[in-house]
Nanobody, 123 residues
């Protein structure tokens, strides 16, 4: 089993920046692919960004390209999401997740999940 815990969420104003962290523990050798997802009230969970173990494969949702940066430090079992120029519509619960194998942009393919961190963006 892999346990994931997110932190760094909070209340910010539109245009501000925020950094989310995710720490993994347990059988992390299966955490080849790590991803950030977000879920807003009344909306489906959506992919934000993914990163491979090697860090060579990094993908972003079109809506966040150029503003968000995903990174990971494997020695510390950490993953990060730097979010710049946040928009009000990006308020959501942001969750980290892991899977083995290939990159996937679908939440259903991810095996382990954190409880999420709330990001609120005011206008």
């Amino acid at each position: 089993q892999v346990q994931l815990v997110e932190s760094g969420g909070g209340l910010v104003q539109a245009g501000d920046s925020l950094r989310l962290s995710c720490v993994a523990s347990g059988r992390t050798f299966n955490s080849n692919i790590m991803g950030w997802f977000r879920e807003a009230p009344g909306k489906e969970r959506e992919i934000v960004a993914t990163i491979s173990w090697s860090k060579l494969t990094v993908d972003y949702a079109d809506s966040v390209k150029g503003r968000f940066t995903i990174s990971r430090k494997n020695l510390n079992n950490m993953m990060y999401l730097n979010m710049n120029s946040l928009k009000t519509e990006e308020a959501a619960v942001y969750s980290c997740a892991t899977k083995d194998g290939r990159v996937s942009y679908y939440a259903r393919d991810y095996l382990h999940w954190g409880l999420g961190s709330q990001v609120t963006v005011s206008s």
